[in-house]
């Protein structure tokens, strides 16, 4: 069964970081990409993040340059380092697999809140 | 950035009847482009991909139709559990987008 698990949530000031992790299982992690979306309270989907299963990433234009993606194969593991953070970052974010290499989301992980405020 | 727009915002039925939602492009996606249903305090799930295919699992009440920049999906007879908000997401170009969502609420 595939699992996709979130962790790493919290309440950060601005300009603050912190890490996400998405631990993954049920699957070859090495031979998905695998994408970050976010939530914002009450607000609809927004893509953050690609990185495929080479490690070729692509970022959304709101977050490039303070988000970076990464993913450890051998520990079937996805991160997202968020720095720079800003109060429109507050989100739910959700880990998402993509159908073999593409960006067709079949799996999602259950979310992460981020909140971000003084 | 492609742009896709969802209508109607939002669409009130009763059990049985039949649903459908749009989503418009802001230029050709081709069949690239794929709907997602999100229930209060749930991840989306996958309902359609490449325009028309079911993904895993998904009742065969759920269809897909269209290409280019016209699309939609439809619910031939809904049932209680098919109320919630569906995404139509283009993956031809990046950024990959979402549209604004449809609200399917009981009537």
């Known amino acids: 069964e595939v699992q996709l698990v979130e962790s790493g949530g919290d309440l950060v000031q601005p300009g603050g970081s912190l890490r996400l992790s998405c631990a993954a299982s049920g699957f070859t992690f090495s031979s998905y990409s695998m994408n970050w979306v976010r939530q914002a309270p009450g607000k609809g989907l927004e893509w953050v993040s690609y990185?495929?299963?080479?490690?070729?990433?692509y970022y959304a234009d709101s977050v490039k340059g303070r988000f970076t993606v990464s993913r450890d194969n051998a520990e079937n593991s996805l991160y997202l380092q968020m720095n720079s953070l800003r109060d429109e970052d507050t989100a739910v974010y959700y880990c998402a697999r993509g159908r073999y290499t593409t960006s067709i989301y079949d799996y999602w992980g259950q979310g992460t809140l981020v909140t971000v405020s003084s | 950035e492609i742009v896709l727009t969802q209508s109607p915002a939002t669409l009130s039925l009763s059990p049985g009847e039949r649903a459908t939602l749009s989503c418009r492009a802001s230029q050709s996606v081709g069949s690239s482009l794929a709907w997602y249903q999100q229930k209060p305090g749930q991840a989306p799930r996958l309902l359609i991909y490449?325009?028309?295919s079911r993904a895993t699992g998904i009742p065969a009440r759920f269809s897909g139709s269209g290409s280019g920049t016209d699309f939609t999906l439809t619910i031939s007879s809904l049932e209680p559990e098919d109320f919630a908000v569906y995404y139509c997401q283009q993956r031809s170009n990046w950024p990959i987008t979402f549209g604004q969502g449809t609200r399917l609420e009981i009537k």
């Open positions: 490449d325009a028309s």
């Open positions: 990185i495929s299963g080479g490690s070729f990433v």
